[in-house]
């Protein structure tokens, strides 16, 4: 199985300041076709999961560019470069690459300080 | 859009089947998939099925106990669950796939509809 890891798992941050989220995998996400499959979603407070991320760096249509995915391989990272009220929840990292066995990470809460 | 129903009390043993009613987009050219989140819980992913229902695959935790099915006369995806246990208590929602591409599963989610086990 693959298993992600995100750290840390609580992340209290300044309005304004930035943030970042490590996400690791037990097992390569490169793809037999050169693409790796790595999501990040948020799921607001009392919300359904959105996806904000997908193939590690591509920006869903309407997530703002404070958002970016990046990292290779196994080891993966969600930056919001300057945090916003709007942006609390939890937000996780899920792997494509293995499907139809996707697997997500534990999840990561970000709180205002 | 994506609206599931039929989530509701049941008792350890029961069965209960959920509704996804898809609209805005071509039912009949998506495979679709059940993601579920116990309470204060993460995602686990449980059922996708293909866009014609021809191949469907199942989470090893409810292999045999759960069916994933869709009408493409109504745009309807159905998940069947018997054998229901406490551990089936969580929130299902509905999510699609992108076109042709598992691998970037999940692009739209529903607003989940809550199962509870639990006599």
């Known amino acids: 199985d693959i298993v992600l890891t995100q750290s840390p798992l609580s992340l209290p941050v300044t309005l304004g300041q930035p943030a970042s989220i490590s996400c690791r995998s037990t097992?390569?996400?490169?793809?037999?076709?050169?693409?790796?499959?790595l999501s990040w979603f948020q799921q607001r407070p009392g919300q359904s999961p959105r996806r904000l991320i997908y193939?590690?760096?591509k920006r869903d249509s309407g997530v703002p560019d404070r958002f970016s995915g990046s990292g290779s391989g196994t080891d993966f990272t969600l930056r919001i470069s300057r945090v916003e009220a709007d942006d609390v929840g939890v937000y996780y990292c899920?792997?494509?690459?293995?499907?139809?066995?996707?697997?997500f990470g534990q999840g990561t809460k970000v709180e205002i300080k | 859009h994506l609206l599931e129903s039929g989530g509701g009390l049941v008792q350890p043993g029961g069965s209960l089947r959920l509704s996804c009613a898809a609209s805005?987009?071509?039912?009949?050219?998506?495979?679709m998939t059940w993601v579920r989140q116990a309470p204060g819980k993460g995602l686990e992913w449980v059922s996708v099925?293909?866009?014609?229902?021809?191949?469907?695959y199942y989470a090893d935790s409810v292999k045999g106990r759960f069916i994933i099915s869709r009408d493409t006369s109504d745009n309807t995806l159905y998940l069947q669950m018997h054998s229901l246990r406490a551990d089936d208590t969580a929130m299902y929602y509905c999510?699609?796939?992108?076109?042709?591409?598992?691998?970037?599963?999940?692009?739209?989610w529903g607003q989940g509809t809550m199962v509870t086990v639990s006599t």
């Open positions: 999510a699609k796939v992108p076109y042709g591409d598992y691998a970037n599963a999940f692009d739209v």
């Open positions: 805005g987009f071509i039912f009949n050219n998506y495979a």
């Open positions: 099925i293909s866009y014609n229902g021809d191949s469907t």
């Open positions: 097992h390569s996400l490169v793809h037999s076709n050169g693409n790796t499959y």
């Open positions: 193939q590690v760096s």
């Open positions: 899920m792997q494509g690459t293995h499907w139809p066995e996707w697997t």
